[in-house]
């Protein structure tokens, strides 16, 4: 059993659903983001995002590695930087993107059919 922390775009709440649901049928404690501002129309204040950064960081400090939710390959600055943080601590960095060129399906029943990781 690990810690995950996922990473990436708030603008791919799907795909973090599926790969915190995935990662938790796994038997990993997943941590994930409180809310995805951009796919929810949510504004934030600078202070806010200031203090989400802070959290994610810690959230990170916690955890053995990040899964990063790289849709396409896009990775922002965000993102970028977290990737660094992870790093710089020696946290394995997994990457959905990688899932996405494998092609590899899990089929399940219930929610999340067809969850590509």
Not at 80 to 88: F, M, T
Request: charged letters at 25%; glycine letters at 6%; hydrophobic letters at 35%.
């Amino acid at each position: 059993m690990k810690v995950i922390t996922l990473c990436g775009s708030t603008k791919f709440k799907k795909q973090f659903e599926d790969a915190n649901a995935f990662l938790t049928l796994q038997g990993n404690i997943v941590l994930s983001l409180a809310f995805f501002e951009q796919s929810e129309g949510i504004h934030i204040t600078p202070e806010q995002a200031k203090l989400f950064e802070e959290i994610h960081f810690r959230k990170i400090d916690l955890s053995d590695e990040i899964f990063v939710i790289d849709v396409g390959g896009y990775i922002g600055n965000s993102t970028r930087k977290e990737i660094e943080y992870a790093s710089e601590r020696k946290k394995m960095v997994s990457y959905y993107s990688e899932s996405e060129r494998s092609q590899t399906w899990i089929r399940r029943s219930g929610c999340c059919d067809n969850l590509l990781l």
